[in-house]
């Protein structure tokens, strides 16, 4: 449980956003042209890291807008947050 | 070899008080090489190692472990062992793991406390009644018992239940595996461990793999705080933490670690003698042999590897069962923690060989492994020993990814994810 900072709201509680699992994966631009594995990588394979993870959330109950987070997963501390087509600014 | 435990040997160690007990299982210092390795002493770990020596009679191998063995999800889940699973394959493959719990104690010479008190689950609306009736059909068809209650047998099976029409989400009816209960988690690993020490496994704990070394497709030991760990055969079984390992290797897994919390009450009188899981509402509860009430709650929406559990997930869970159980509202509850859970896109575990020579991946189990401790172990053995997996688990492969074929148990295994 944590305080996450929405780009577009502020400081906000964590129960407020939801997470919509890892950032910055690609939608193939093929999808046609994709072989079973290359769609079982882009569907299901997920690095799931512990430590420092780029991901996307929700502030479902806020503005209900998307935005990207860099979270360290070992201890729950954000490092950052920044909006959807933004660079990440931590790499 | 190991003392056998009985009344005599009870008697005989109490009379000299309790000073000359046999230590469980050795503590040796890893050797340089193995012919298997297992990755993770928690008890699906510790199981894989004792079906390996027992019924395929490899015994050059070693558990390592980077903490105490145990201490990770065996000693922190709500030890609920059932098989009530829709599907053929995981019906299949969970009362595997029920029949020889059945027997798991006598095998082990080690008291698992395995109680076949029966589990129930919940409807709570008319979707439940038709899921769960249809669950019902299906596990019967399977050969696994289960019956349908209605409102008033609930109550008769358990007079606790608030099982009136005026509460938010009323109870219209619930199932009940009678062979299904519970089993004391810590004697799992522990009955295992001895049990696999016993036939010359070594347990290697405060022992933590930093990495999988590799000689192009194939494997070749693992680096680890103790130094290099030669071996042709990998197995591992770690849970929460099976993508750090996967990365040491270079593969990918298709999981996400998450918190799954529970909690424990003060402990009180007997009050209830089954195990009422609910589904809708998300509450699950039993009580201990010490008198506790083991409350499971659910999981943090996020990746975390962090034991903790947020305190909005825990509140949830216990205004249900403050709904459901009125007589708990005076309940103080005495502990609280996380287990990190690794949750696989179908709900279904991975047993499988991967696409590296001798790596092979015991992962996935999500929030519901406990229960499969024995059969997990024994098939991971096999797979292990034949290179090919066991007829029980040939559907729980990784390429089911791949394929498509998967194995889709949310929401039909009975428990919300």
Partial sequence: ????????????????????????????????????????????????????????????HGCRKWFNMVRDTSNDKIHATYKMGEKPPIK | MKNKYSIFSLIKNALSGHENWQRAWRDPEPKKE???????????????????????????????????????????????????????????????ALKIWEGLSQELNYNVMFSQRGVMNLAHNLQDVRDLKRRTHANRLNGIDAVWLNNEEVKKFCPIINTSSNIRYPVLGGTLQKRAGTARHDAVAWGYARGADAMGVDIIQNCEVKGIKRNGDKVEGIETTKGFIKSKKIGVVAAGHSSVLANMAGIRLPLESKPLQALVSEPVKPIIDTVVMSNAVHAYVSQSDKGELVIGAGTDDYVSYTQKGSHNIAEGTLKAILELYPIFSRMKMLRQWGGIVDICPDASPILSKTQIKGLYFNCGWGTGGFKATPGSGDLFAHTIANDEPHKLNAAFNLNRFVSGDLVDEHGAAAVAH
């Avoid at chain 2, 770990?45 to 105490?68: D, P, Q």
């Avoid at chain 2, 009530?84 to 009362?95: E, H, P, T, V």
Wanted: neutral net charge.
């Fill in chain 1, 1 to 60: 449980m944590f305080i996450i900072n929405c780009p577009y709201c502020g400081k906000r509680d964590q129960v407020e956003f939801s997470c919509g699992g890892e950032a910055h994966i690609e939608r193939p631009k093929q999808p046609t042209e994709l072989s079973d594995d290359q769609w079982a990588e882009y569907l299901f394979m997920r690095k799931n890291i512990k430590g420092v993870q780029f991901e996307r959330w929700n502030h479902t």
């Fill in chain 2, 34 to 96: 193995y012919d298997t390795i297992i990755v993770g002493g928690g008890g699906h770990g510790l199981a894989t190692a004792y079906y390996l020596a027992k019924k395929h009679n490899m015994t050059n191998i070693a558990v390592v472990e980077k903490g105490w063995i145990g201490g990770g999800n065996t000693g922190r889940n709500t030890t609920i062992i059932r098989s009530n699973y829709l599907w053929d394959a995981s019906a299949a493959l969970y009362d595997h």
